[in-house]
């Protein structure tokens, strides 16, 4: 991951062992003068899913001998974790009450690490908002385990069948991914 800090210039470092990600050297500041920069970080590919402060140092070395030595430092809270998406949905149309549709869809993890196996749910609504009181699940199906930045594709269309009784109208097939709230 990369990571831009805008407040500054300065040693950046990651909590849970302070590991630094990078930095560079500011130059002469005259007194009660300031400088405003960019770092770009990467984020190791080995850091567990977690949370995590992002801390920018000034004078990090120690170098600078100063009137006030602590309030070099701030922190910025991210979260590495996955963040599973319905990232496209294919619904056949029209349908009828009673009938059988076909959906195809494709589940990724648009986070960081591993997210666990879960579910892919599908709901009529007669809107385009879930709404756990008036939506009706007509059928689900499994998604496996999904590494970071990869999508699971429905091997074959999911068959739902749209519930006898429904009114005629318009209606919409939601998704939801992680549907059971099984991944942080």
């Known amino acids: ?38 770092a770009f970080v990467t984020i190791p590919t080995t850091t567990a899913p977690g949370t995590y402060y992002i801390i920018a140092s000034a004078d990090d070395g120690g170098a600078e001998a100063e009137t006030k030595e602590t309030n070099n430092t701030k922190a910025v809270l991210i979260r590495l974790s996955p963040d599973l998406i319905v990232s496209s949905l294919t ?58 930045g990869t999508s699971n594709p429905s091997p074959a269309p999911t068959r739902v069948t749209i519930p006898p009784g429904t009114a005629p109208g318009n209606y919409y097939i939601l998704a939801r991914a992680d549907a059971d709230n099984v991944v942080a």
Do not use: C, M, W
Request: proline fraction near 5%.
């Open 1 to 38: 991951s990369v990571l831009e800090i805008g407040d500054g210039v300065f040693e950046v470092k990651a909590t849970n062992g302070d590991t630094f990600l990078g930095g560079h050297t500011v130059g002469v500041l005259g007194p009660n003068a300031s400088v405003s920069d960019s």
């Open 91 to 148: 619904v056949p149309s029209p349908a009828a009450a009673g009938s059988v549709v076909a959906i195809d869809d494709t589940t990724r993890n648009q986070g960081q690490g591993s997210a666990i196996a879960t579910k892919t749910k599908f709901y009529l609504s007669t809107n385009t908002t879930f709404e756990p009181g008036s939506d009706t699940l007509v059928g689900s199906r499994d998604v496996p385990i999904l590494t970071s």
